[in-house]
């Protein structure tokens, strides 16, 4: 029988997809990495820059603690990162010293895998992202093509594209990442080999799928990418899966194997670990994914679920909600004026908001946001398809559109004369691409949780102390420890 590997994205993509990236904090990922890293996954999704911005931001957590912990639960696991190689935590073009810092650390941290995928598909930008990566210390990194429809995107453009990406001697493997679920049983049957017949050439293989149940055909699309010679898939735990997030491991190897393939993992480490997400989610009152119901209005326009549900509570915030079905609408031709990016963070959002503004102003493009005009004056790379010139020529003409992007020249010596000579190298990142507040916070913040508290004076019960019970409150809770005794 045919072996299918499972790769883990409950910590990062379940998250961002079922939780808005901020419901995982260092205190799960504690709690369930040790069940996670016995399960025998071909690698566990940790994290991207939004994983380490949500921690700062969210909950005045230091990112790199839940990586050092996390890396020590799961030492038998690699653990990965997702990166674009365009930004870093902000939504603009990230200087590549910043980069290389943050690679260096994260490759420092013991994160070991790398997936390195470019919306636009620069394939020189993300070549450029894959050898940077292996320079700093990461052992693998794998390349993706992603997904999308217009009519520019066509198989013979990710077949390009993928056979470009795989001649870089830095790429160890390839992956096919669906980031909006729009993939069908139907569309791989001719995508894929079309893929795999690319990079045949260049000795690398296409070996990975990534897929989201947003109208709930992955399931099924992942099982006939098996059957096309994909013997790596994505998946996540419930509940951080199905809905917008990606099919439920459970039931995909329940489904693997019925269909012939093997499948060894530990169901129950899987257990175990969907048990504790679903304790999380239960006493947090997180949301549980769900499977969601087929929509062909979905292909019209693609914009992703959490995009939908944003731009409606904006729009209700402005008394203004009646304009969601125009605003949704209009972004259609938006997507089409701008050249046919791929509807993903951050574009999706992009265009989204254009959108907002063409409907509210009564008029096409007759204020353009500052993201569009970067956009167009090419900070991401080539659009695929032609741009509106009418919309082109308004962007340009404007004092954003006039001016370069953002400085590429910058270096850690800059960095250092800004921010401080003597803080860590991760807390010089942090401050780099942060609001100054939030990482004040974060550091304000370290040792000073309840959950520290009490570890420490455990810790100094537990060295011979006289202590023998002690309470604490914070707020509206009150704890209370009594008769601790040695070991």
């Known amino acids: 029988m045919t072996e299918i590997k499972l790769v883990d994205v409950s910590l990062r993509d379940g998250n961002q997809s079922i939780w808005g990236a901020t419901g995982v904090t260092t205190r799960i990922a504690k709690g369930v990495t040790p069940h996670i890293g016995k399960v025998g996954y071909e690698a566990v999704e940790l994290l991207s820059s939004t994983v380490l911005a949500t921690a700062v931001r969210y909950h005045a957590e230091d990112p790199w603690d839940r990586i050092r912990e996390s890396v020590k639960a799961m030492p038998d696991q690699k653990v990965g990162f997702l990166t674009t190689g365009k930004r870093f935590i902000t939504f603009h073009r990230t200087p590549r010293a910043i980069f290389e810092l943050a690679f260096t650390l994260l490759a420092r941290n013991g994160v070991r895998r790398m997936w390195v995928v470019d919306p636009m598909q620069d394939i020189e930008g993300a070549r450029a992202?894959?050898?940077?990566?292996?320079?700093?210390?990461?052992?693998?990194?794998?390349?993706?093509?992603?997904?999308?429809?217009?009519?520019?995107?066509?198989?013979?453009?990710?077949?390009?594209?993928?056979?470009?990406?795989?001649?870089?001697?830095?790429?160890?493997?390839?992956?096919?990442?669906?980031?909006?679920?729009?993939?069908?049983?139907?569309?791989?049957?001719?995508?894929?080999p079309a893929l795999q017949e690319a990079v045949a050439p260049t000795g690398t293989e296409f070996k990975?799928?990534?897929?989201?149940?947003?109208?709930?055909?992955?399931?099924?699309?992942?099982?006939?990418?098996?059957?096309l010679g994909i013997h790596t898939i994505h998946c996540a735990l419930g509940p951080l899966a199905n809905g917008a997030s990606h099919p439920e491991a459970r039931r995909l190897v329940s489904n693997l194997r019925a269909r012939g393939y093997e499948v060894n993992v530990d169901l129950d480490a899987m257990n175990a670990a969907a048990d504790y997400l679903y304790q999380q989610a239960k006493y947090t009152n997180l949301p549980v994914g769900t499977p969601n119901e087929y929509d062909e209005a979905y292909f019209h326009h693609t914009i992703p679920g959490g995009v939908q549900s944003t731009t409606r509570r904006q729009l209700r915030e402005?008394?203004?909600?009646?304009?969601?079905?125009?605003?949704?609408?209009?972004?259609?031709?938006?997507?089409?004026d701008l050249g046919w990016p791929i509807v993903m963070t951050p574009f999706a959002q992009y265009i989204v908001t254009q959108a907002t503004l063409n409907v509210i102003t009564g008029e096409r493009y007759k204020q353009i946001s500052n993201e569009v005009i970067d956009l167009l004056r090419g900070d991401f790379g080539e659009l695929p398809g032609p741009v509106d010139q009418d919309l082109l020529d308004r962007a340009l003409s404007t004092e954003r559109g006039r001016q370069t992007s953002e400085d590429e020249d910058i270096t850690i010596d800059d960095l250092r004369k800004k921010f401080g000579r003597t803080i860590s190298d991760e807390e010089l990142l942090l401050r780099a691409v942060m609001p100054a507040e939030q990482v004040d916070n974060m550091i304000a913040a370290k040792g000073s949780t309840p959950a520290a508290t009490i570890r420490q004076l455990l810790e100094v019960a537990s060295q011979g102390s006289p202590v023998r019970s002690f309470s604490m409150t914070t707020n509206d809770r009150s704890f209370s420890f009594a008769n601790i005794k040695e070991k």
């Open 129 to 192: 992202t894959a050898e940077m990566a292996k320079r700093v210390g990461f052992e693998e990194v794998i390349g993706g093509i992603t997904y999308t429809r217009s009519p520019v995107h066509t198989d013979e453009y990710f077949a390009k594209g993928a056979a470009e990406f795989a001649a870089c001697e830095a790429v160890d493997g390839m992956y096919l990442k669906d980031p909006a679920g729009l993939l069908t049983p139907d569309s791989i049957r001719t995508l894929i």
């Open 208 to 227: 990975e799928i990534h897929s989201h149940s947003t109208i709930g055909l992955s399931p099924l699309t992942v099982l006939d990418a098996a059957d």
């Open 318 to 336: 402005i008394r203004q909600e009646e304009l969601f079905d125009q605003v949704i609408e209009e972004s259609v031709q938006v997507r089409k």
